[in-house]
């Protein structure tokens, strides 16, 4: 079984605030996780990717995993305008090709954030 | 810089025609991917392909086929266009990983076609 859950939203936060983005997922041997940023129209970027439980921070984002739970997080501090767009949650799943390169994609959250 | 690219960001085929999407990457990888997006459906694994000349069926393959003759370069071919293939195609490519380690294998994408079949 190979799923990454996420809440389609779209959600929606005022600028500046923290917007909190989140990922189930149904693998016990994955390994590695990631977030893509999609615009309207654009092509998924990765903006961060951890492996280890716990916490990774990059500028106003910070990535959160606890493998026990099988949950991974997306956190935007001082949520920006330009932010608005779909988050794609990505995990490696050693069952499922994951020791390749394969990677399980949720659906994707869509972010609003608004001025 | 690492890069993907896609021979056309917009297509418009007819029904029943041969389609080529080409791809191609300038990084080394090993790993090639063509997903198709859909409104509400996400990304969907068509094809990929570990190495040349090698391929193999992803979780929605039919109407499609592959190729890849060089590691930088793969194709995806739809072998004759219907109205519900109409979507936007993504290709990727990432290293290969060898073994079972916790590795960082982040997929690149290229820039996507929407492809319209009428």
């Known amino acids: 079984q190979k799923e990454v859950e996420q809440n389609s939203g779209p959600l929606s936060v005022p600028e500046g605030a923290i917007a909190s983005l989140n990922c189930t997922y149904s693998?016990?041997?994955?390994?590695?996780f990631f977030w893509y940023r999609q615009y309207s129209g654009k092509s998924p970027e990765l903006i961060m990717f951890i492996y280890s439980n716990g916490d990774k921070e990059d500028g106003r984002f910070t990535a959160q995993l606890n493998k026990a739970s099988q949950y991974v997080s997306l956190l935007i501090r001082d949520s920006q305008p330009s932010d608005s767009a779909t988050y794609l949650c990505a995990v490696n799943m050693l069952n499922y090709g994951g020791s390749q390169g394969n990677l399980i994609f949720g659906k994707g959250t869509k972010l609003s954030v608004k001025p | 810089d690492v890069k993907v690219t896609q021979s056309s960001r917009y297509l418009v085929k007819r029904t029943g025609e041969k389609v080529f999407l080409e791809c191609v990457q300038d990084?080394?990888?090993?790993?090639m991917f063509w997903y198709r997006q859909d409104p509400g459906l996400g990304l969907r694994l068509i094809y990929f392909?570990?190495?040349?000349?090698?391929?193999e069926k992803g979780d929605i393959p039919e109407g499609y086929s592959v190729s890849r003759e060089k590691k930088e370069r793969f194709s995806l071919i739809l072998e004759s266009a219907s109205t519900n293939q109409t979507s936007m195609y993504l290709c990727?490519?990432?290293?290969?990983?060898?073994?079972?380690?916790?590795?960082?294998?982040?997929?690149?994408f290229g820039p996507g076609t929407r492809l319209t079949v009428l």
């Open positions: 990727a490519s990432s290293l290969y990983l060898y073994g079972g380690l916790a590795v960082y294998n982040e997929q690149f």
């Open positions: 693998d016990r041997g994955s390994q590695s």
């Open positions: 392909s570990y190495d040349v000349k090698m391929k």
């Open positions: 990084m080394d990888h090993e790993n």
